[in-house]
């Protein structure tokens, strides 16, 4: 039974490009839900994704736009990177939007330079 | 900002002592849960409290929810060098789950 699987795992960018994340949710997940984890602090929420819609936002910028696809797999794409979007970007998959557990994927470390 | 504090940021103890980190919410949570984060790894899922003065138990772990559903505590007893990571607790407001910045945990041998 796969888990939550992210790529790429590391990356680097330089500040103005642009950037495309890839998350597969654990096998009958249907919700899928993006953090920003800054070094030595604790995930900061997104937004969330089911039945290919944005459901719920954080406090990020237009810059920060997600899509996700029929299969529950989901993309975050970050615009115009900043040197303070350097971060780890986390995936977690949970059944429907209810109270359930979040499993999380391992991440993928973006550097912009 | 942050809305669910927790504290404290850093603790260091000798491996047999205790530890124990708190979190709170400045509104009522619907729930809160609890994750630990190895070093270099990512959040894994330790635990759910709902109820209003819920107590869990998971081995040498003791979860609390308070009753006003606004406060939480993990409480390790006897800590083991298993126990290294960095502790969140995440409260749930409506369909958001908003993490605390975590307590870092450290044993010294």
């Known amino acids: 039974d796969a888990g939550v699987t992210q790529s790429p795992t590391h990356l680097i960018k330089t500040r103005g490009q642009q950037v495309t994340l890839r998350c597969s949710p654990k096998s009958g997940h249907d919700t899928v839900s993006w953090y920003q984890q800054a070094l030595g602090q604790g995930p900061q929420f997104i937004f969330q994704y089911y039945e290919e819609e944005e459901r719920q936002r954080g406090n990020f910028p237009d810059r920060f736009s997600g899509h996700q696809f029929p299969n529950y797999s989901s993309e975050l794409n970050v615009n115009a990177l900043l040197l303070g979007d350097s971060a780890l970007y986390l995936c977690a998959s949970s059944l429907g939007q209810g109270d359930g557990e979040l499993f999380f994927g391992e991440g993928s470390r973006l550097t912009v330079l | 900002g942050q809305q669910v504090m927790q504290i404290p940021q850093y603790q260091h103890v000798q491996e047999g002592e205790d530890f124990t980190t708190y979190c709170n919410s400045s509104?009522?949570?619907?729930?809160i849960q609890w994750y630990k984060q190895r070093p270099g790894g990512h959040p894994v899922f330790l635990i759910q409290l709902v109820k209003s003065g819920e107590v869990k138990k998971q081995k040498r772990l003791t979860f609390q929810f308070g009753e006003a559903k606004k406060n939480s505590s993990l409480h390790i007893t006897a800590t083991q060098t298993t126990d290294v990571g960095t502790y969140f607790c995440?409260?749930?407001?409506?369909?958001?789950?908003?993490f605390g910045k975590g307590t870092r945990l450290h044993i010294l041998p």
């Open positions: 995440a409260g749930r407001r409506g369909d958001k789950i908003i």
């Open positions: 509104t009522t949570l619907s729930n």
